[in-house]
């Protein structure tokens, strides 16, 4: 028998699933409903089975939409090194069991059937290595978002349903999509049905929005990014930027214009370039030169996306008397849907490089650059997450993690400013400010660590042709490069933060770096203080400076990371134990004495220590 095969294109709610099949005279076999908690998949078990994808099942009828998925972060899910090393990492720390909250989007069709309960990818079957395959999204029946435990989209928050059993022992394939069926759809190999889950968001959810698999406390955030913003508010889906082209991507994001039917494309792309490299380089080893070109494309898409998603502005900023004392650089996040970076953004890290000298080429300042080793240096502002465990720790791995100490991520269309404080001579002169946002998937250290805990079968060597760990490649998204001169017209206040307008003590100062030299030089102080120490007993120490420092900026008008339960109940425990004001003297008279070291002036010293001593009476619990 001869099938017309007719390419379905994965579309763009949840609501009731219409399907046009064959009708059968006796209701079909009720199907098992199984759970795999902590993940929130469910699978209708029938003898309908899931199908391997490849040129002869899938890719035959559907050859275009089975060549875009072909390395893609869909069809790569369960092949990304770093994500492979932190599954095997969580493994040696918690037990197999944790991994089934991460398999249950990374590839759901061979989870179920218990194909990876041993992760030896020695011995996984195509269907395993295939991630989240056509079967997979294919397969969805429908979303239970709001029977988690969030009462939200959680942890692969999907009913799977391949198909069904017939009363007379027979099978039936079921594919779901966003079209109508037809006449002869699925070519004899399957039942279409239409569901309108397929051109929503909703259908993404379940595994872009990841919750700690205990405490059920939001890890990713991509979804609910995207709920609240403006492309949710004018009905642009996940699918319209991320399932079209470049073009098209921008148009969708600009003009909140959906793409029509004909635009949509199964190529899942997004900000993972550095997957699609190291495809390339595997495809290549394979010789696969097809796939590798496939790949490269998608590459080229990714590095666009990203030099497409955002903007950035630098101006100066001049006090009352018309001298230049600090440069602002605004992030726009212009192109992207959900905030910018997303998913994991403990770990992604997009930053601010930042160059500024005089007219004679002498460095005034300089942030965000890489050593040797791939570090970044220390004064760098990055737009990331701290990830806090239960004891309040700064903690990266995801079953760590229960909830965020700080978010520093820049929402759709929003933006965020970045002051650097600049100290110029009192002649006008010219300065040159070099500003460049750039992005890499993971930091060089976490790739390291996640790069030496591969699971068994996984080898960079066998691979991608590496023998050692590469360089974590950097894209550059986009750079300014102006020329500013030292003496303006004084800024308008309206344009600045609260604060900024003021000559703000804590820049005055020196910034971070001179507040943290000064925090690190009290507390070898107070530590040595015989009449102090006794109240740091057995106290987190490397905790406490990063407090302290954060209070500090809170206090002297810097950048706003205090978000504490207040001083009077922070230190209460500190007064039970007999802190009085005369230990908070003692404190300051060690902050005096740290300033003075580190060459801060009087001046300033003793406005430091004026508003030190204007938070005493909250200290001590006083009234």
């Known amino acids: 028998m001869k099938h017309k095969c007719v390419g379905l294109v994965l579309g763009l709610t949840a609501g009731l699933a219409i399907v046009v099949s064959s009708a059968f005279a006796e209701a079909p076999k009720k199907p098992e409903l199984l759970s795999f908690k902590p993940s929130n998949l469910q699978w209708e078990k029938t003898k309908a089975d899931f199908v391997a994808p490849n040129i002869n099942t899938c890719g035959g009828c559907h050859n275009k939409q089975y060549r875009e998925w072909q390395g893609s972060m869909h069809a790569m899910a369960f092949q990304d090194p770093i994500y492979l090393g932190e599954l095997n990492l969580a493994i040696q720390k918690v037990g197999k069991g944790i991994t089934k909250q991460c398999e249950g989007c990374h590839t759901a069709a061979a989870f179920v059937k218990g194909e990876t309960e041993n992760l030896d990818f020695n011995n996984l079957s195509p269907l395993a290595l295939a991630g989240v395959s056509c079967d997979v999204c294919h397969s969805i029946k429908r979303h239970t978002h709001w029977e988690t435990p969030s009462h939200e989209p959680e942890n692969g928050s999907y009913v799977l349903s391949p198909g069904r059993e017939n009363a007379d022992g027979s099978v039936t394939l079921t594919k779901y999509g966003p079209i109508k069926p037809y006449e002869n759809c699925g070519g004899g190999f399957h039942e279409c049905v239409e569901s309108p889950l397929f051109t929503s968001a909703e259908l993404c959810a379940g595994c872009h929005h990841v919750f700690h698999y205990e405490e059920h406390t939001?890890?990713?955030?991509?979804?609910?990014?995207?709920?609240?913003?403006?492309?949710?508010?004018?009905?642009?889906?996940?699918?319209?930027?991320?399932?079209?082209?470049?073009?098209?991507?921008?148009?969708?994001?600009?003009?909140?214009?959906?793409?029509?039917?004909?635009?949509?494309?199964?190529?899942?792309?997004?900000?993972?370039?550095?997957?699609?490299?190291?495809?390339?380089?595997?495809?290549?080893?394979?010789?696969?030169?097809?796939?590798?070109?496939?790949?490269?494309?998608?590459?080229?898409?990714?590095?666009?996306?990203?030099?497409?998603?955002?903007?950035?502005?630098?101006?100066?900023?001049?006090?009352?008397?018309?001298?230049?004392?600090?440069?602002?650089?605004?992030?726009?996040?212009?192109?992207?849907?959900?905030?910018?970076?997303?998913?994991?953004?403990?770990?992604?890290?997009?930053?601010?490089?930042?160059?500024?000298?005089?007219?004679?080429?002498?460095?005034?300042?300089?942030?965000?650059?890489?050593?040797?080793?791939?570090?970044?240096?220390?004064?760098?502002?990055?737009?990331?997450?701290?990830?806090?465990?239960?004891?309040?720790?700064?903690?990266?791995?995801?079953?760590?993690?229960?909830?965020?100490s700080r978010h520093d991520t820049i929402p759709p269309k929003g933006h965020r400013d970045v002051y650097y404080t600049t100290i110029c001579s009192h002649e006008e002169r010219e300065i040159k400010v070099h500003a460049k946002l750039r992005f890499r998937q993971a930091s060089q250290y976490v790739a390291e660590k996640l790069l030496s805990h591969l699971p068994d079968g996984v080898d960079l060597n066998d691979w991608y042709g590496l023998t050692e760990i590469p360089a974590v490649p950097v894209v550059d998204m986009v750079e300014q490069n102006l020329t500013f001169s030292t003496k303006g017209t004084t800024t308008d206040c309206q344009v600045q933060k609260k604060g900024d307008c003021e000559d703000e003590l804590y820049h005055k100062l020196g910034g971070a770096k001179a507040v943290d030299k000064a925090i690190d030089l009290m507390y070898k102080k107070v530590?040595?203080?015989?009449?102090?120490?006794?109240?740091?007993?057995?106290?987190?120490?490397?905790?406490?400076?990063?407090?302290?420092?954060?209070?500090?900026?809170?206090?002297?008008?810097?950048?706003?990371?205090?978000?504490?339960?207040?001083?009077?109940?922070?230190?209460?425990?500190?007064?039970?134990?007999?802190?009085?004001?005369?230990?908070?003297?003692?404190?300051?008279?060690?902050?005096?004495?740290?300033?003075?070291?580190?060459?801060?002036?009087?001046?300033?010293?003793?406005?430091?220590?004026?508003?030190?001593?204007?938070?005493?009476?909250?200290?001590?619990?006083?009234?």
């Open 218 to 404: 939001p890890f990713e955030h991509t979804y609910a990014e995207w709920k609240g913003s403006m492309y949710a508010v004018n009905d642009i889906q996940c699918q319209d930027c991320h399932m079209v082209d470049i073009d098209t991507f921008k148009r969708s994001a600009d003009s909140f214009t959906k793409p029509k039917r004909s635009e949509y494309h199964h190529y899942f792309n997004g900000a993972n370039f550095l997957m699609y490299f190291l495809g390339e380089l595997k495809a290549k080893k394979e010789g696969d030169l097809q796939l590798a070109e496939n790949l490269r494309h998608k590459y080229k898409m990714a590095v666009e996306r990203l030099q497409s998603a955002a903007e950035i502005d630098v101006e100066p900023i001049y006090n009352d008397k018309g001298e230049l004392y600090k440069i602002l650089v605004r992030v726009h996040n212009r192109r992207a849907g959900h905030n910018l970076p997303t998913s994991l953004t403990n770990i992604r890290q997009m930053w601010l490089e930042v160059l500024i000298t005089d007219q004679d080429g002498k460095e005034i300042l300089k942030s965000g650059y890489l050593d040797e080793k791939g570090a970044l240096d220390k004064n760098t502002y990055i737009f990331n997450s701290d990830g806090m465990g239960y004891d309040m720790s700064f903690q990266v791995d995801p079953w760590e993690v229960v909830s965020y």
């Open 527 to 623: 530590l040595a203080d015989d009449r102090l120490n006794r109240f740091f007993k057995d106290i987190n120490i490397t905790r406490q400076r990063r407090m302290m420092n954060s209070f500090l900026a809170f206090a002297f008008n810097g950048p706003d990371n205090y978000k504490w339960k207040g001083l009077k109940k922070a230190h209460n425990h500190l007064v039970q134990k007999g802190l009085s004001g005369y230990h908070f003297d003692l404190f300051v008279g060690h902050m005096k004495s740290a300033l003075k070291e580190i060459g801060v002036e009087d001046e300033l010293i003793n406005e430091v220590c004026k508003v030190a001593m204007s938070k005493k009476k909250e200290v001590l619990g006083r009234d």
